[in-house]
Every structure is written in C-alpha cells, then in structure tokens.
C-alpha cells in the first residue's frame, strides 16, 4: 500500500484542509491504494465491513492522527487507481473504518481498566510490605543492639519497603498515559468522514510516487 504525507502547502490559492494549524477544524489523511482490499487484513473471514485494517494501514493512521488536535475532525480520504468507486465494499468503507477503531477503542478502554485495576492491587501490597517493614525496623530499634551491621539491616529492610511501591508509582505515572493517548486518538479516527476519489496522476496530489 503506498501512502501519502499530508500536504504542508497550499495549492492553487487554496488551504489544505489536512494541514496543521488550518483554522477549519478539519484535517485530512491522505491514501493512494490499488484497490480497497489493500486497506484491510486478507486474512480476516468477517464481512468487509467488518475486517480488520492491515497493520500497515492502522500504523499509519494513528500516526498521522496523533498530530491532529483532539478538538478538531479528520477526513479520511482514499484515492483509488481501480474503478471501485461505486462498489459495494466503497459503499461499506465508512462503516469498517468506524466500526473498527470503535472496537479499538473498547480494547484499550478495557485495557486501561485492567492496568488500573493490577495497580490498586500492587499498592495495598505495597503498601503493606512498606508497613511491616517499617515495623520491623522500629521493633530492632527498641530491642535489639545499634551496631553497624543492625543499622544496615534496617536500612535494607526500609529500602525493601520503598520498593515494593516501585509499581504502582509506575503504573499511575507513566504506563497508562500512553494507552489514554492511543484511545483519544482512535475515538478521532471512528468519528472521521471517510470519501473515496479517483486517482489523477495529472493533478500531481501526491508527495509520494504514483500507483504502477
């Protein structure tokens, strides 16, 4: 499947809507395919329009989605070279791309769920591995010798104790901001406008080379 970039000049005296910082609130993805089936995984026995997208495909649209604003639309248009136009899968191509990233998001969704959810769990652990520790190290204090070999060890088990918080601080911190930021960007992708436009070479539309 060849790609296109999006355009970062106007044409012909006229903004492209695709382009960042366009005050239109809408901006275009750009595709240039042979046929349609190039878009979806072959190997996927649902009804068309209810495949999957190639990797290659949802790679690509999530990456040039994740630069478009959370508040404004995205048009996804798909220059064809072949005469599908009016066929029936370009007739079902909103409802597969919709439908897809809906699903996509439900996953990552119930992904952030999950994570969230192991790491309530990894801090009452912690935090009661942190307790007892801290226990311990009071009870050696009170009833056991200051020598340099029970300080280590109460500074070992204090150590111990901060760590076994080391995963929950990982999980709110970091591991589910990026999960949240694929999620918004695939709610953008299963609200965008899908249009299917034939492919003129003689226009010049593309960055990239054109369709053999």
Known sequence: ?????????????????????????VH??????????????????????ERSLSREAEDYLVARATEVPESSHIELIIYLKGNE???????????????????????ISRKIFDLLKEGRRALLVGLSVLGTCLVI????MQFLPQTG???FVEEGLVIVGWVALWRPFEIFLYD????AKERKVCKQLA?????IRPYLPEQNQFSGPAPE
């Open 1 to 25: 499947m060849q790609r296109t970039e999006q355009n970062d000049q106007s044409k012909a005296g006229r903004k492209n809507p695709g382009q960042l910082g366009d005050n239109s609130g």
């Open 28 to 49: 275009t993805i750009e595709l240039k395919l042979h046929n349609l089936a190039q878009l979806f995984n072959t190997l996927d026995p649902f009804p068309f329009h």
């Open 85 to 107: 136009k009016g066929s029936q899968s370009a007739l079902e191509l909103q409802t597969a791309v919709s439908a897809f990233f809906e699903h996509k998001t439900r996953a």
């Open 137 to 140: 190290v009071q009870l050696m």
């Open 149 to 151: 070999v029970m300080r």
């Open 176 to 179: 589910w901001w990026p999960l």
């Open 191 to 195: 609200r965008s406008v899908v249009q």
